[in-house]
């Protein structure tokens, strides 16, 4: 399992349901050869789970800065679930994968509880969950209250060593895909950091400082090229979960870029 923490900074390219093979094939060949020379920043591709393997083959001799994530898991190891990819698939393709992602939320019904499930047994399986939260409406600074209840439910039953081996990634669900290339709907950076801020300091109230200390949290929410240094000024946040971003390489490796450079 990957190690977890602050002196790292993390780009998530999460391709959701796009790309054909071909596609990924270039756009892994074209990320993979312009994270190469790029230092402080840890890579983080998610593709769908078929190219998976193809990716996996294409990044066995690195770069050591350069990983694969899953989109999402069951937290069953086998079974009757037709259709469903387990951790004893992943693990030995991946080393993160991301959970309670929105979209998972809204479209299939995955419940707290469910992502519950799924952080735990990514963990039991040496995978890194990257658990996203995120408010439904905007508001003046974040639906706190709401933010805490994913975040406490999501993380129900895990010891400390397990806290830190997990990412938060913080996406405003009315952020997300809003931003073409403008980043115009995107939160903006001081917004972004004023919650990440929060949802640190209920992390040292509910688990200790030695936790909050620790623990990643991303900013989603259509982070490009254009507004990316707005997030990285921000020191609460600790790199982006970036989806439309993540399927352009130029528009991908300069976000890369800034988040390694700026902070
Ligand atoms: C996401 O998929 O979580 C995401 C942040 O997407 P986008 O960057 O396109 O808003």
Known sequence: MGDVNRTKRYVV???KMNTQLADAIVLGEGIKYGVESLSGVEVVLCPPFVWLYPLAEMFSQGPTNLSLGAQNMHWEEKGTYT??????????LVKYVILGHSERRYHFNE?????????????DHNITPILCIGEWKKSESGDVEGLTKQLKAGLAGLEEAQ????????????????GDTSGQRAASGEYAGE?????????EKEYGRAVSENIPILYGGSATAD????????TEIDGV????ASLKIDNFLQVCKAVGEYR
């Open 83 to 92: 259709g469903e990819i387990s951790p004893l698939m992943l693990k030995d």
């Open 163 to 178: 806290l830190k081996k997990i990412i938060i990634a913080y996406e405003p669900v009315w952020a997300i895909s809003k």
């Open 195 to 203: 919650v990440v801020g929060k949802i640190r300091s209920y992390m």
């Open 241 to 244: 979960l970036a989806g439309g």
């Open 13 to 15: 390219g999460n391709w």
């Open 227 to 234: 507004n990316i240094k707005e997030y990285m000024f921000e």
């Open 111 to 123: 419940t707290d509880e469910m992502i519950n499930d799924k952080v735990i047994s990514a963990l």
